[in-house]
């Protein structure tokens, strides 16, 4: 890692809060979602306890052809006091307006994304690349890192027949200021981040890199901050539970030599 | 106490708009010239390009009356750029009140563009807009362009190189990160500004 050297950014730890039906949710491996909690309360629990950003995903929004609630987005701006992104069925300009006047800093597209490219380009010239957030869901198939479309709903779940490698290159082209890579197979293991595939996602993706699933305990947190040199790790579980309060994480990444916000 | 965020066609304002809320203070997100060389205090936000911005300053005439303003006026991310002479974002021409003109980061294995997350701030001079802060404080930051470090500089950051991360000119403050987004400290630095005198 270079981070003293040449930029004092911190790396970024990002609470994620599944939402479906106004509630926050959280799977195994994108299947059997219980309910966590509030969204407003989560957020705000969050928030103050030294979370760096949130992102909420709505997973239910795209295999149910709708876009995301807007109320709760607002709500959340109204009492937050740090950066969040709203993901889920954003399919248009105007959804995504929506969204950012309420009070988000950034969407994030998935499924939309993958069936018509042309929206992360609409998007970065309505709103600039910083707005834009590119979530990929990955898992490996014949050898290969390829992207699935629909997660939020296992019926409804298709493979899109991209790599995932050749995907993140093209979205960033695009105008994506940011990628969320999903690694399917660790999704909720809590086994680790999938270092493999987010060191190749690294090699390729020259604006910030976010890691997702596999979050089990602080050393996952920082493995993936010194081998894949990412910008951000999210998780949702072990931050759920109670099990890795964020203030000891950080700790943990400090001692550990990675620059991280103190809370 | 009244205050006036300007309208130069950013869509995220809720943001800034809420966390005056959680300072007690009401604000009004307006065009109008009048309103806005009446007002106590005058934010000029932005989010977006320096030349989309520019553009709806001058579609509503205020260029002008910007520059004119005698109250305390704090410049917001890309608000803050415009304070500006000039960015080589478009090769646009800025409101000229602060010497000096914005560069693009220069990416490198690294070194991410846009600059986005959080990073902290080094003071390199006294400012009410300062007051209170701790010794290293933190804010969060969104942008590819970045000012110079020069006289007008009240707190320089690093990303790859040293840029200006508060600058001040008579009446005219800015702030490259987003105070609505950078938790305690950066609610300290609106406090600040509400408490100019």
Known sequence: MTDAATTGLARRIIPCLDVRDGQVVKGVQFRDH???????????RYSAEGADELVFYDITASPEGRSVDHDWVRRVAEVIDIPFCVAGGIRSVDEARTILQAGADKISVNTPAVRNPDLVNALADAFGSQCVVVGIDSIVQDGAWTTRQMTGNPDAMEHTGLETLDWIGQVVERGAGEIVLNCMGSDGTRDGYDLQQLTA??????????????????????????????????????????????????????????????? | ?????????????????????R?????????????IERADRVIL????????????????GLVDCIRGLTQPVLGICLGMQLL??????????????????LRRFDGAPGLRV????????????DDPLCAGLRATPWFYFVHSYHAPVGEHTLAACRHGQAFSAMVQQGNFRGAQFHPERSAADGARVLKNFLELS
């Open chain 1, 34 to 44: 219980r309910v966590m909690g509030e969204i407003v309360g989560l957020a705000q």
């Open chain 1, 201 to 263: 996602a690294r090699a390729v993706c020259a604006v910030p890199l976010i890691a997702s699933g596999g979050a089990g305990e602080a050393r996952h947190f920082t493995d993936v901050f010194a081998a894949a040199d990412v910008d951000g790790a999210l998780a949702a579980t072990v931050f759920h539970s109670g099990a890795l309060p964020i203030a000891q994480l950080k700790s943990t990444l400090a001692d550990a030599g990675v620059s991280v916000r103190p809370c």
């Open chain 2, 1 to 21: 106490m009244s205050l006036a965020i300007i309208d130069s066609g950013g869509a995220n304002i809720a943001s800034v708009r809420f966390a005056l809320n």
């Open chain 2, 23 to 35: 300072l007690g203070m009401e604000s009004t997100f307006t065009a109008d010239r009048a309103v």
């Open chain 2, 45 to 60: 936000p932005g989010v977006g390009a320096a030349g989309a911005a520019m553009r709806q300053l001058r579609k509503h």
């Open chain 2, 84 to 101: 500006f002479e000039a960015s080589d974002e478009g090769d646009v021409r800025c409101l000229g009140l602060i010497p000096g003109r």
């Open chain 2, 114 to 125: 846009p600059h986005m997350g959080w990073n902290h701030t080094r003071q390199t001079r």
